[in-house]
């Protein structure tokens, strides 16, 4: 597993390298991203410190070292004075989801205009909040369009990482079809596989061992039929919602372990017992899966207040009839279950996601948005405060968004501030590891190198929330 941040040496290769090809560079184009932030404290999750106040510069959307801006006239680059705020690398939202971008059959109904708007409304979401880097759990072919789009600059809007469509019990029935849905996938270019429900054990070994030999990752849900222990035997990239791991916290004697478990295991929260969690977490972190909680999400879903949940703040980014569903959805999945079995179901995975990080098993920022009450890039700050009332350490919990993923993903140049780090940064108004609801007070976003002021930021989501609530004023986080 690499370290974070890179090692000096190493960065000092990278930009080596880097700054022949950059200083080459026409001046108008250094003019456009070239940023030297001054008297800036820089914040390492990872060793849980704030350093003194320094200089960091930007150049062709890398960190690079700031005598690069030596020599250079000073309208060639944008110089911001931070007054001693705190930097952060951009979050990462690892379970997010961007509406679909292929153009409808034809006599459809939808207004293409419309449609565009939704899809540009989701991505400003996440970059004005913070999120640099989103994993879409849902992909389409339009996606890997709106990838290079995003990659090149063209569109607006955080880096993509994305899934290819669902694989099911629907869409992938048999073994011979889930090895057709992966090659596909695998060779029109998404970066993994989607899993979702109704997957049988022939066709989820099917499936595994056709994308380990083509080098495809797969994520997502634990089928009921083929279980955890297959899932991390299988060396299931991420698991995400903590699905199936309810069914494997009830002993194996128990009789609920014959029953429907419900909403990721909602139904089973009487029987659940959490002395098996320390063995459950030992088990994933020996197989190297990583878990995306989503804990805002079920959190929403079982004991959220409906009435405070569409109070808040970011709601006025929702369409009206959005809310509505969204609370005709918690209703229904509640009815069933008493107050006390929600509660409990809660505290159980609080406890698991205390216990896998405490046995080393990796967990990854992502609160399934847009969905029930979550809203993009809103949701993740919610994520990181379920985090921290879960055990973990503010520091812990901002590293699940930031120097995580660069591990997970394995890019050595991500979620780090030093030479050789690509520019995807947060600029705070307060210390996170101090309190991470500091997290949301966001002075300015950088993606790639381009500099998102707040008054750039707010701008955006104020056209938002135009866009979904015509006729509500509108105002700034």
Known sequence: MRTHPIAPSLLSILWTCLLPLLCAAPTDALAEDGVLIRDVRIVDPDAATVSEPRDVAILGG??????????MAADAYRTVDAGGRWLIPGLAEMHAHVPP??????????????????VDDVLALFLAHGVTTIRGMLGEPGHLVLRRQLADGSRFGPRLITSGPSLNGTSAPTADAARRLVRRQAE???DLLKLHPGLLPDTFAALTAAADGLDIPFAGHVSGA?????????????IDHLDGYAQALVPEDHRARRTEPGFFGMALADALDPGRIPELARATRSAGTWNVPTQTLIENIAVGDPDALVARPAMRYAPAATIDQWRRQVAQLREPFGKDQLQR?????RSLILGLHEAGAGLLLGADAPQI???PGDAAHHELELLVAAGLTPAEALATGTTAPARFLDEAAGGCIAPGCVADLVLLDGDPLADIGNVRRIRAVVRAGRWLDRNDLDRRLAAIARRARPDAPTAPD
């Open 62 to 71: 890398w960190i690079v070292d700031v005598e690069a801006f030596d020599g």
């Open 101 to 118: 971008v292929t153009p409808p059959d034809s006599g459809s109904t939808i207004d293409p205009t419309a449609a565009r708007h939704r």
């Open 188 to 190: 029109a270019g998404y």
């Open 226 to 238: 083929v279980g955890l222990d297959r899932a991390l035997a299988a060396r299931q990239w991420t």
């Open 345 to 349: 179901f809660v505290e159980v995975r």
């Open 373 to 375: 009450f979550n809203v």
